[in-house]
């Protein structure tokens, strides 16, 4: 059974930094994309880190381009989240998915997901 797990969300004053972190079980990681999405409520989820587990390639979406850093422990089966300089336009409930890799990697569509951990920004 595939599982992904979040932990690390909480709430954070504007500035300050988090580490997110996606345990990943039941299916083989080196052959995975796994991302990072958020979603607000009313509005679209929001893409916004992944990386492929084969070839390391990562992608950031521009919101977060600079600030957060994205990297994976194949040998623990967990992906990271490193996020600087929170904003309180990054308050958003974060999830984990992941993808089997094939010729396009993309942070777009994910098949499995996690529950999802919230971030809040404080001003």
Known sequence: EVQLVES???LVQDGKSLMLSCAAS?????????????????KEREG?????????????????????????DNAKNTVYLQMNSLKPE??????CAAVLLRSMFNCINYDYWGQGTQVTVSS
């Open 26 to 42: 039941g299916f083989p990681f080196g052959d995975y994309a796994i991302g990072w999405f958020r979603q607000v409520p009313g």
């Open 48 to 72: 916004i880190s992944c990386i492929s587990n084969g070839d390391g390639s990562t992608y950031y979406s521009n919101s977060v381009k600079g600030r957060f850093t994205i990297s994976s």
């Open 90 to 95: 990054d308050t958003a409930v974060y999830f």
């Open 8 to 10: 690390g969300g909480g």
